[in-house]
């Protein structure tokens, strides 16, 4: 299952095009404590209602990413670019509030960080955000390397080297040949 997870949205305009978003690129959409009744972004979500309307709330973000297999969160200039990643199958993105982004707490709950390139100003609009992040995830040419394979790390050489691995986003191939050497 992949999602976009959206830290305590401000503005409603921008979730009712994230909601659209998701439409086309087949997300999930879940929220964690809006600040504003969803109804109030049922005018910028066009045909995609049934998406708003399957949007699910959370208390925190801890409870949001429970069931999801590899979580990207996003900051500018943090991370790796959007465009040199290497998305996996299964991977659900993580969006901060409009005014500030999100927490540096909030970012050590993700698998890894990624940043949209710019050569100015370096923070984008949330529903702009998501529509290159979603974008990129959907053309990425090389398969990432898939949780199972980075379970193997974990037990051949422990967290600390799995998490590590993970936030430089191997190939599934580049992460066989590492399983090698271990």
Do not use: W
Request: proline fraction near 4%.
């Amino acid at each position: 299952m992949t999602a976009i997870v959206v830290v305590e949205p401000e503005v409603p305009e921008n979730t009712g095009f994230i909601a659209r978003l998701c439409s086309n690129f087949d997300y999930e959409l879940r929220l964690v404590n809006p600040n504003f009744n969803l109804s109030e972004a049922r005018k910028t979500c066009k045909n995609s209602q049934d998406t708003l309307r399957n949007t699910k709330i959370f208390d925190s973000l801890p409870e949001a990413l429970q069931d999801l297999e590899f979580v990207v969160g996003t900051k500018p200039e943090k991370g790796i670019s959007c465009q040199d990643f290497k998305f996996r199958k299964n991977t659900s993105i993580v969006l901060g509030r409009e005014s500030k982004g999100l927490s540096n707490s909030e970012l050590e709950l993700c698998d890894t960080i990624v940043h949209i390139p710019s050569t100015g100003y370096n923070s984008v609009n949330l529903s702009h955000a998501a529509a290159i992040i979603m974008y990129e995830a959907s053309s990425s040419s090389e398969l990432a390397a898939e949780s199972s394979q980075l379970e193997i790390v974990e037990k051949r050489g422990g967290k600390i080297l799995r998490d590590l691995v993970a936030r430089s986003s191997p190939t599934s191939e580049e992460l066989n040949r590492l399983l090698g050497e271990l």
